[in-house]
């Protein structure tokens, strides 16, 4: 398995899931989170922001599509909590792209490579109970139980042999869209 996890694919509508590196792209990132974790879930009452925002990455999943503007559709953030350990969190889709079936996968995916690439031995998340299903056929393990934020999460650790190290992660993974949600 290549290790450049950057492929094109035919134009059309696509997904470019990349590190976030346009104010636009955070802008939208963290309106995208709002509405998801303050307004679908209600985790948070305004904003879920918080300190580790300060030093974690941002990834984005961009849709492009001929004659319109670009809109963010998803986000995650990692972070290296301490050397080699690395986490994700704050995984968010909008929720018309939900079905694509690729986003949250390639944000995944992506998030894992590029720590990966940056000396990750080790990377977790606390991931909400009705994601586990996705994150184990991504290769992940379930390593406890917990409660956070009043909700149920599994602390999950990623098969680092699944995910090549992407040294490329400013210019991501393209993905082509298939029909329109």
């Known amino acids: 398995m290549s290790s450049d996890l950057c492929v094109e694919v035919p134009s059309g509508i ?22 998801v974790f303050c307004h679908e879930q209600g985790i948070f009452a305004d904003d879920d922001r918080d300190e580790t925002d300060d030093i974690a990455q ?14 963010v559709v998803g986000t995650v953030r990692i972070h290296e909590a301490v050397p080699g350990v690395w986490y994700g969190s704050r995984l968010a889709v909008h929720p018309a792209y939900r079905n694509h079936g ?26 909400q109970s009705q994601n586990v299903p996705l994150f ?3 290769r992940w393990d379930v390593l406890e139980e917990e409660t956070l934020l009043g909700r149920p999460h599994h602390l999950m650790q990623a098969d680092l042999a699944h995910y090549p190290p992407c040294l490329t992660p400013r210019a991501g993974i393209l993905t082509s869209g298939g029909s329109r949600p």
């Not at 999943?61 to 809109?71: F, L, M, N, R, W």
């Open 14 to 35: 696509e997904y470019r899931v990349r590190w976030a590196g346009q104010d636009w792209e955070a802008e939208q990132a963290f309106r995208l989170r709002r509405a």
């Open 58 to 71: 941002l990834l984005v999943a961009v849709k492009t599509e001929p004659g319109q503007a670009d809109i």
């Open 102 to 127: 690729k986003i949250g996968a390639t944000l995944i995916r992506l998030a894992v490579s590029s720590a990966h690439g940056l000396g990750c031995t080790r990377f977790l998340a606390h991931v």
């Open 136 to 138: 184990r056929r991504l």
